[in-house]
C-alpha cells in the first residue's frame, strides 16, 4: 500500500469482521486502532487546518445501514446517461485530486469509510437479477471511492471478483487512478470484470493528481491485466480545456493506443470538468496555484461550471476522431451531458440509459 | 507596515471591502499592491469592481505565471486607466478587458459568433441570439411578427440564410472554425 494512514477507528459492531482482521493485520503496529462504541464522531472533521486531507488517512470501519446499490449519482433525465449502477463500498480517497467532486461531496464526513458488512451487497446484486431476468448490469465501485487504491490492505476487490464471476448478468467495473493491481493478478476473473482508468496527459497529473499513478503507469497496468484475463475500459474525465489540451490528449491518446490495441479496449468515456460553483471554491482554496482549476469554464442550466460548449465539443470530437482513425470502433459515451452533445460528437441520439449500461457490460 | 499598505487599509475601510478581498490585496507583491491602489483610485473603483477586479486578477496571474503589477502594465489596460473619457465607463471597460484576459478564448469566439450574425444582415424582427457566455450549443431565434405575411416574409429569409446559419452552430459546436 502506497498511502499513509494515521488512524483505523472501528465500530464496536465491526470488532472481529473478516474486513478488521485484514486491516489490522497489513497495517500492524505502526497505526494505532481505537474501538468505539458510536464511530459517528470519527467520521466527522478534525479541527485542523485542511479536515479534507486528514480525513483521506484515518480509516474508519462500521456497518453501512443504508442500501450499497444505488444508480450513478451523476445520472439525470437531462443527460445521456450510461446506466451505471454503483456499489458503495467505500467513501474518500487516498488520492488528492485537486478538482475531486468529494471535496464538496464529503465535507461533513471526510474521513475514509469502510464498511464491515459490505458482503451484504451481494444479496442486493441477487436481488436487483431477480427483479429484471434476463438483462445484464454494469456494477462499479470508483463512485465515491477509488476501486483499487485501498486493495492492498483490504482485499475487498478479490470478493468482488469470486462474487460476479459466476453471474453472467454482472459485470463488475473497478475504476482507479492506481497501479494497485496485485490481488487482480491473482485471481481469474473469467471475462467478467472490466478494469477503467482514469486517464489524463502528463500536465494534468503533474498539476491536479496528486499521489495518483503516473498516466504511463496506469496504461502499463492495463496492459498488465489486460493479459491476465480481465477487460478494460478508459474514462477521459475529467478532460481538462487547457490551451495546450487538445495536442496533449491526442498524445496521450496515442501512447495508449501504441500500448494496448484499440480493439481490446471495451470502451472509452469523455466527460468535462464540471464543478459547481461551492466545489470550485473549496478546491480553490485548497489548491490555490492549480492553473487546471482556472480553465475557461461559464455556468450552464445545471448549475455547474463546464468550458464553453464549442471548446469542450471540440476536445471530445478531437478525441473521437483518434479513436475512429486507430480502425476499431470503441464503445464510447459522455458523462453528463446532453443528448444534443452526445449527437454532435458521435452523429446520432444516445441510446436508453439502460441500453448503454447493458451494451457496455455485454461488451 | 509600509504607507502603501496603509492606504490599502484606508481605502479598504472607506469602501467596506470585505476582509478576504483585503487581505488577497495585501498579499500581491509591492508593485502589485500600489497598481491596483493607482486604478481602483483613478478609476474610482467601487466595491463590488475591486472585489471582482482582484478575483480576476488573482486568477490571471496564476493562469499566465506573471504577477499582478506586470498585468496592469499591459498596453491594454494602461489604455484605460490613464486615458480620456468618464471613470465609470473606463471602469466597466477595465473589467470586460479582465475577462477577456481571463476568458481569452471565450472571448474571441464569442466575437467570431458575433461577426458572422452581423453577416447575415437580418432585419430587425429576426433576432438571433447566441447561448450566454456559450454554455451550450443551441441558438435562439426569436421573430417579433404582426401578420402572415411578415411572417411569410421572415421564414423565407431565415430558409435563405440556413447555410450560414448552420455554419454558425457548426461554430457553436466546436467546428473547425473555432
Redesign the interface.
Known sequence: MKFNVDALIVAEESRGSALVNRLVQALGTSVPVTYVADPRNALRPLPVADPFDAGKRRIVVMKRRAPFLMACPAGSSKFACCGYLVLVLASNCPMDCSYCFLQEHVANNPSFQLYSNFTDCFAELEHLAASAPQRHFRIGTGELADSLAMDSITGISTDLIEFVRDREYLTLELKTKTDEIGNLLKTDPRGRVIVSWTLSPEAVWKSSEHRTASPSARIAAARAVLAAGYRIGFHFDPMIAY?QAEQDYLGLVDELLDAVPAERISFLSMGALRMTPTLRQAARRRF????ML?G?E????DGRL?A??????????ALQDRFERAGARVPAYLCME?S??HE?VFGAKPANPATVGERLAIG | MTDVDNEIRSLAAAKRLPDSHLEKWLHLDQPGRVAVLEVARSLKLRTAQIVTALDLLD?IS??EGQPVGTLLARPSIDRLTTGAGSAPARAHAFLEELRAMR????RE?IERLEAALAALRLPQGIKVVL????????LTIQLTVSNAEGLERFLNMLMEKRGELARILS?????DE?
Not at chain 1, 464553453?308 to 470530437?317: C, T
Not at chain 2, 476568458?103 to 471565450?106: A, D, G, I, S, V
Open positions: 490551451p490555490p496555484n492549480d492553473r482556472l475557461e461559464v455556468l450552464g442550466a463546464r464553453f460548449g464549442a471548446l469542450r465539443i471540440r476536445l471530445y470530437r446532453s444534443a452533445v454532435r | 486568477e496564476i493562469r476568458f481569452p478564448r471565450l469566439t447561448p450566454r457566455e456559450l454554455s451550450s450549443d443551441e461554430m457553436l459546436g466546436g467546428g473555432v
